[in-house]
């Protein structure tokens, strides 16, 4: 378990399921958290079964899927994961969900992202991490360079969220950034 100010993330749990398939057919964390991407939701309790079976049992060092906690109570709150890590380039995708609607704006998904970022450059000799989001996830985007992400890039008009164009906007953040306190 990684403990922060408001969350801790811990390794995922088959029970964790539950909480996934609620989630990711919740039109409003689907919204947000994918910008209506059709790959998070919705879902049927089958599809998160195998999706949850084959990331319990093959679990790469490539990607790792995480629970936040809210550290209060122990409710599970949401997701956080990176994914195609590559070492040789040194480079990690990261990506932080908070599916529980009343935690939203209060800093947990900020707590658990910054967390990932702390565990990735202490555990690995990664140089950059990134992210991303689209440009009407203004709280995203607060988080994101709060933490100390940049934006380094758009790519505009490629997020389509309730019939409207949005930029998808890239963050990174190099390990001397992250070192130096971002």
């Known amino acids: 378990m990684i403990e922060g100010e ?8 088959s029970d964790d399921a539950e909480h996934h398939l609620r989630w990711r057919n919740d039109p409003q964390v689907v919204r ?4 209506g991407d059709p790959c998070f939701g919705p879902v049927t309790a089958e599809a998160v079964g195998l999706g949850f079976d084959t990331m319990l049992r ?3 060092r490539e990607s790792a899927v995480f629970t936040v906690e809210n550290l209060e109570d122990g409710r599970v709150i949401g997701m956080a994961d990176y ?3 590559d ?3 040194g ?4 990506g932080v969900t908070i599916g529980e609607r009343e935690f939203w704006g209060r800093g947990h998904g900020r707590d658990a992202l910054r967390l990932l970022v702390d565990h990735l450059f202490g555990a690995y000799p990664l140089s950059r ?3 991303d989001t689209w440009s009407g996830n ?4 607060r988080a994101f360079t709060g933490l100390g992400f940049r934006e380094e890039g758009r790519r505009r008009s490629a997020v389509m969220v309730e019939g409207k164009r949005y930029d998808r906007v890239l963050f990174g953040m190099l390990r001397e950034e992250w070192a130096n306190g971002a």
């Open 6 to 13: 408001l969350v801790r993330l811990r390794t995922l749990r």
């Open 32 to 35: 947000w958290a994918a910008a």
């Open 58 to 60: 093959l679990v790469p």
């Open 83 to 85: 994914r195609d890590m």
């Open 87 to 89: 070492p040789y380039a």
């Open 91 to 94: 480079v990690a995708t990261l």
């Open 129 to 131: 991490l990134e992210l």
């Open 138 to 141: 203004e709280r995203a985007v």
